[in-house]
């Protein structure tokens, strides 16, 4: 039985198709899983056991499609589903199966502020998809594969960060769901633990300014990794403090510890770090369930958020209160409390 999945992008949307592919895989004995996304995403899943091929699209998606024909799919899955997958799903003429994005439902909530979402988790809605053919959600939570000869060299990380670091995510791919700078530089400032700032080459030159007041505490690999490797220094950390974007999903892939910022999105979108139930579970003591691994730092409440589902250059409004409200010293508290140090 030969499956294709589509998801065109982004890192984190990726990196949240993960279970389906896992339990197609795993849990239908003759299934060969391809995965088609966008070129730029190829090292998220090169490295996947559990993908028999991948397709690329680089630029036109008709150069392509001959390809896609001549495989023969049996079922499309298609958890973008959008005109381009549409498109997708009309040349192959195969019987498919689309994750529904509930737009209604989330114009709803950024237009009118009147939320109809489900209380369910996107992974669970995309593992809706697959259930016509017996495949249950494993538990196991999200998957990530960094190949040996991409992971990161002790030699790259600074000697005061080797005994043990947390990691901040300080890109993201909006400006309303970047924690601001001011804020970054009070709660780096305060901190008493060595930290590495992540995020793309664009995020270079807010790390530095960050870094500034203290370049032995504070390490800036922003722009100086590739994804894989930023995921390596992720995996690392003891705890990840991070915007909602793809790394807060890596970061949860590799079961860390994280406290994520959110702007101008919300929870409530189903796309909080997702880690599986079987990680929960095992992770109960005598005394009862563990802390939740993820902390959520929002303002509530906020009559203007959220204003987008995916976010703005700015914030429309001018006055950035989704994020500027969410005090620096209560972050550099919870972070203390996660890791068990002193204020």
């Known amino acids: 039985m030969k499956f294709l999945v589509i998801r065109f992008s982004s890192i984190g949307d990726i990196v949240l198709t993960t279970p389906v592919i896992r339990c197609l895989k795993k849990q239908i004995a003759t299934a060969e899983v391809h995965f088609l996304t966008k070129q730029a995403y190829h090292s998220i899943t090169d490295s996947n056991p559990y993908i028999d ?16 024909r001549s495989e023969d799919y049996d079922y499309i899955i298609d958890l973008h589903h959008n ?20 737009n209604i439902e989330k114009w709803l909530y950024t237009a009118l502020k009147w939320n109809r979402m489900p209380d369910l988790h996107i992974v669970d809605r995309y593992m809706q998809t697959v259930q016509a053919f017996g495949v249950i959600n494993d538990g196991a939570g999200l998957d990530y594969f960094i190949p040996e000869d991409q992971r990161v060299k002790e030699s790259d ?8 670091y947390i990691g901040v995510v300080i890109g993201a791919a909006h400006n309303t769901k970047k924690y601001p700078l001011h804020k970054l530089q009070a709660f780096c400032g305060q901190i008493k633990h060595p930290l590495i700032l992540l995020g793309g080459k664009e995020d270079y030159e807010r790390g530095q300014q960050i870094a500034a007041a203290d ?6 690999a922003c722009g100086k990794f590739t994804l ?24 949860a892939a590799f079961k860390r510890k994280i406290v994520s910022l959110w702007g101008n999105t919300v929870p409530e979108f189903g796309m909080v770090p997702y880690y599986g139930s079987n990680f929960l579970s095992s992770s109960k003591n005598q005394q009862g369930p563990m802390q939740p691994p993820a902390d959520i730092l929002e303002v509530r409440p906020l009559w203007c958020r959220p204003c ?10 001018g006055h950035f ?13 919870r972070v203390n409390e996660r890791l068990g140090l002193q204020a």
Do not use: W
């Not at 990380?157 to 043990?164: D, K, N, R, W």
């Open 53 to 68: 091929k991948c397709y690329y699209l680089n630029k036109e998606l008709d150069a392509l499609m001959n390809q896609l």
């Open 83 to 102: 005109l381009r997958t549409a498109k997708v799903k009309k040349a192959l003429g195969k019987p498919s199966f689309s994750f529904n994005k509930l």
């Open 157 to 164: 990380i600074p000697t005061s960060h080797l005994a043990g």
């Open 215 to 220: 370049p032995v505490k504070v390490y800036n």
């Open 228 to 251: 894989n490797e930023s995921a390596d220094l992720v995996r690392r950390a003891r705890l990840v403090v991070t915007n909602d974007t793809g790394l807060m999903h890596i970061a």
């Open 308 to 317: 987008s589902k995916i976010g703005y250059s700015k914030c429309p409004l």
């Open 321 to 333: 209160k989704c994020m500027e409200k969410i005090d620096a010293t209560v972050l550099l508290t």
